[in-house]
């Protein structure tokens, strides 16, 4: 029958994340090639344009994961609210015609996983209530996926774990929300996502995650929400921010738990791995980047002042940008660098720390502070310098971020799988 993946979702009572992990796991069977998720990080809109036409170009399924600071009711760090955000990737889908699947979903759902309620101390009652607002927010708006991972807390003194029980139960507590919210709107099933936060720690060790599996399952059936349970469970294997080595050995025993439960591994934090392509073959569902397309942002942007620097020499820009001055200022007057700042580093000054780890908390830090007045001036300058001297500004930057994800869609076995899904029992895409 000629119909939608949506609509076949929705007639097998599934999510539209659970339907196609379901389609690739079939479809691996019939061709012995294991798949993995791509999850885009949309720290920007130039991310989001990049990711999509990159998608398009491998013929392959995208996913937005988008933090509570970046994607918020307080429109985050991009400016986007969540309906804004829905909007704005089905408008530059249909740009490029892309009619692909796209799954967007929420990264980090738990309280005091927003910057703003660490900094200002928020009561648990106070974080969690904004965090079910958004996942009310999101659910309007369209989205396909939450991940609900509570697994920091303020409160706990340093050096000790939040206990698995209190974890287990925010995770229920924000999924029976998610639920009936939803339940009450009619809309269509979204999937869950639920583990691990690798930077502040939590689940870490194989006991660890099984008893949470395992209380888990036993809650939500209390709760009369087993039909809500989690298609993607995080795990610890081996990357996170400052590492790229993926450890496929921790993969394949977390993957072997987590496919009891009818659950798929997601791993975070998977910039520039070495070695994207053991992702499938140890049985990951999906794998999240993002930081890493900040810098190359960023790369391309300096590319581009380069240019520019040489028009000026030239005579031919009168007035430059000055973006790559404007974008470390901005950057350092922010303090969001401090969030990643290493022991024996200084939070203070950021001077005094080395120019290696300067240049790093610029190039990861510019994804806060795109959207500043001053930044997005001095960039249309910078397009508007290079495009009067027959230069195509967006075109150079796009492809040093398109660059970074053609790897990952062709390490993590998605080329073309798109038409693998269309044969499959006739279906037609549909954008969104």
């Known amino acids: 029958m000629n119909t939608t993946l949506r609509e076949?979702?929705?007639?097998k009572g599934l999510s539209y994340m659970d339907f196609l992990l379901r389609e690739v796991k079939k479809i691996e069977k019939e061709t012995g090639i294991p798949r993995t998720f791509l999850a885009v990080c949309p720290n920007s809109s130039t991310v989001i344009r990049a990711a999509l036409r990159t998608a398009k170009?491998?013929?392959?399924?995208?996913?937005?994961a988008a933090t509570l600071n970046q994607v918020d009711l307080d429109g985050g760090y991009t400016g986007f609210t969540p309906e804004q955000f829905v909007r704005s990737i089905r408008k530059e889908a249909q740009l490029i015609n892309f009619n692909g699947p796209v799954f967007i979903a929420i990264d980090h759902g738990g309280p005091w996983l927003k910057d703003l309620h660490r900094q200002e101390q928020w009561s648990l009652e106070q974080s969690m209530s904004a965090v079910k607002r958004t996942f009310e927010a999101a659910i309007d708006a369209g989205y396909d996926l939450i991940h609900v991972g509570p697994t920091v807390d303020i409160t706990v003194p340093p050096g000790e774990t939040i206990q698995i029980e209190v974890v287990v139960r925010r995770t229920v507590e924000l999924i029976a929300h998610a639920e009936t919210f939803r339940k009450s709107k009619k809309l269509p099933r979204?999937?869950?996502e639920v583990g691990t936060e690798e930077v502040h720690g939590g689940l870490a060790d194989m006991n660890a995650f099984k008893t949470f599996l395992e209380q888990l399952k036993t809650l939500l059936f209390r709760n009369e929400l087993?039909?809500?349970?989690?298609?993607?469970?995080?795990?610890?294997?081996?990357?996170?921010?400052?590492?790229t080595v993926f450890d496929p050995e921790v993969a394949r025993k977390l993957s072997s738990i987590a496919a009891r439960y009818g659950s798929?591994?997601?791993?975070?934090?998977?910039?520039?791995?070495?070695n994207p392509h053991e992702y499938p073959n140890s049985g990951m569902g999906g794998a999240n980047v993002g930081p890493e397309f900040t810098e190359q942002e960023y790369a391309g942007l300096v590319e581009l002042c380069d240019l520019e620097e040489g028009l000026v020499k030239k005579g031919l820009v009168v007035r430059p940008s000055n973006l790559v001055h404007i974008l470390r200022e901005a950057v350092v007057r922010s303090g969001r660098w401090k969030k990643w700042i290493l022991p024996g580093e200084s939070a203070d000054d950021f001077f005094a720390n080395s120019l290696e780890r300067q240049s790093w908390l610029i190039k990861t830090g510019c994804r806060y502070i795109w959207e500043n007045p001053e930044v997005v001036a001095a960039r249309m300058r910078l397009y508007r310098n290079l495009e009067m001297n027959g230069f195509d500004a967006e075109e150079i930057l796009l492809s040093h971020i398109e660059k970074s994800m053609d790897k990952y869609f062709h390490k993590l076995n998605l080329v073309d799988l798109n038409?693998?899904?269309?044969?499959?029992?006739?279906i037609t895409l549909s954008i969104l």
């Open 8 to 11: 076949r979702a929705r007639k």
């Open 57 to 64: 170009r491998n013929n392959a399924p995208i996913k937005f």
């Open 190 to 192: 979204i999937a869950y």
């Open 226 to 243: 087993d039909d809500a349970w989690p298609c993607f469970v995080v795990g610890k294997v081996g990357t996170d921010l400052h590492t």
């Open 264 to 274: 798929v591994i997601k791993g975070h934090y998977s910039d520039n791995v070495s």
């Open 419 to 426: 038409d693998r899904l269309m044969h499959n029992k006739g």
